[in-house]
Structure formats: C-alpha cells, structure tokens
C-alpha cells in the first residue's frame, strides 16, 4: 500500500491491517476488532455459528436498527470484504454486504453468491458511504430458504479493477434468523 507519494503507507491498526494470507492468530485478532467495532454503540449478543444479533440505538429517536450479522472467513476472503448482515427492513428482511474500502454510489455492482452448486446474481445497491450493499428481496427469501442447511457462502462483487471474492460461514443460519425476526417484530 502506498501514500500517495509512491512511499509505503505505515500499517494502519485494527481491521484495515487485515489481509489475506495472515497467520491464524492475526486473523483471530483481525475477527476480534471486527466484533469490537459492531459493539460499540451497539448491543451485541452471540448466536450459534458465530452470529450476531445486534441492536443499535436510533439517535434522533426512531426504531432501533436490528441486524444479525456474520463477518467473512479471513482466511478465504479478499481483506475488502467484511461481513454478511441480514437485518429488520420496512419490507422485511434486507441482506447486505459490508466492504472496507468504500465504492462509489452511482456503482451498481453485480453481486454472485454461492451455496454449494447453486448460484445466484443479483445487482446491489451501494449505500452507507460505499461500505454497505444491499441486496434485492430475492437474496432475502434465499437465506430464508435454499440456504439454510448450507455451511458456507461465496460471494463475488463485481467491481473494477478486480473483483472482490470472499467466504462467510453460514451455519447456524436458521437460528440466526429465527432471532432476527422475533427481534423485529418486537421493536
């Protein structure tokens, strides 16, 4: 990485120090500042599968923002991707990726994610910043549904130069959304 100036950058501490091809213990600490991150702020509590409910607090007062949410297999995962969150939507069930490095909002990009041999495309669209990408309904109704008893999920966001790649472990699924869905209706 460099400055800008053609120098290298000095390492940066917490998640943006995370890369692929990093030694078991620094992922182990890379998914620790991960976790840390969503929790501050926010009341965290864990799930099975390594899962998270999360429950933020709304500061100009509204409904508080309730996810469940699962960051990436570091040792399978491009250092740009963060997470899955499924979380409460107006509509139901919203699905979204979480990047590091933030794309640009007029982006569009299409999205591929894969259980086993079944595969599905979608476009997505770039919110939060650039660091969130919502998925369409359809992504929603697969987590309800063809993924449940899946262990892993493949993820491919098509931007340039190069596409993100990246695996989020999906096992304990099911439960995780049972939670979300108890969690939404009760806010």
């Given at each position: ?10 390492p940066?501490?917490?998640i ?82 979480i ?23 979608f ?18 109704k ?18 340039t ?21 108890q ?5």
């Amino acid at each position: 990485m460099t400055d800008g100036s053609g120098r290298a950058a000095p390492p940066r501490p917490g998640i943006l120090n995370c890369a692929s091809g990093v030694d078991a213990e620094q992922r182990r600490r890379c998914d620790e500042e991960a976790f840390r991150q969503v929790e501050t702020g926010s009341q965290s509590t864990q799930l099975e599968g390594g899962w998270r409910l999360v429950k933020s607090r709304n500061p100009d007062g509204g409904a508080d923002a309730i996810s469940v949410m699962h960051v990436v297999d570091s040792a399978k995962s491009d250092a740009r991707l963060a997470g899955l969150n499924l979380q409460c939507g107006k509509d139901g069930i919203e699905m979204v990726l979480i990047v590091l490095e933030p794309l640009s909002r007029s982006t569009q990009p299409n999205v591929t994610l894969m259980t086993g041999e079944k595969r599905a495309e979608f476009q997505a669209t770039v919110l939060q910043g650039g660091v969130a990408l919502l998925l369409p309904a359809n992504a929603s109704k697969l987590a309800a549904s063809d993924w449940q008893n899946a262990n892993e999920l493949a993820v491919e966001i098509g931007t340039t130069p190069t596409a993100i790649h990246g695996a989020v472990p999906i096992t304990g699924l099911a439960a995780a959304l049972r939670y979300l869905l108890q969690n939404c209706h009760a806010r």
